[in-house]
Nanobody, 120 residues
Framework: QVELVESGGGLVQPGGSLTLSCTAS????????MGWYRQAPGEERELVAR???????NYADSVKGRFTISRMNAMNTVYLQMNALKPEDPAVYYC??????????????WGQGTQVTVSP
């Protein structure tokens, strides 16, 4: 079992910054990729940023140049630094991790979500 615990959401003014963090715990054999998704009311959940164990990083076009994902492998933690937040960024942000509990037992887990609100 893998648990993802997120923190760092909150209220920020347009143009402001927030940093989200997500730590994985449990019986983890590997973490192959960790990332952040977001879901606004009435919208589908979408990828924000993702990084894999090989160091590859993907960003949604809407956040390129403003958001930075980083990973501290030793701590099973992934961060999302969000700068220049815009009115279209508010959503519940979810951490996601995929990997293996053991050599033959894959997992894909979601965090509980953390709310990001952008308002004057």
């Amino acid at each position: 079992q893998v648990e993802l615990v997120e923190s760092g959401g909150g209220l920020v003014q347009p143009g402001g910054s927030l940093t989200l963090s997500c730590t994985a715990s449990g019986t983890i054999y590997t973490i192959n990729a960790m990332g952040w998704y977001r879901q606004a009311p009435g919208e589908e959940r979408e990828l924000v940023a993702r990084t894999n164990s090989g160091g590859a990083i993907n960003y949604a076009d809407s956040v390129k140049g403003r958001f930075t994902i980083s990973r501290m492998n030793a701590m099973n933690t992934v961060y999302l630094q969000m700068n220049a937040l815009k009115p279209e960024d508010p959503a519940v942000y979810y951490c996601h991790a995929v990997g293996y509990l053991s050599p033959l037992r894959p997992y894909a887990e979601w965090g509980q979500g953390t709310q990001v609100t952008v308002s004057p």
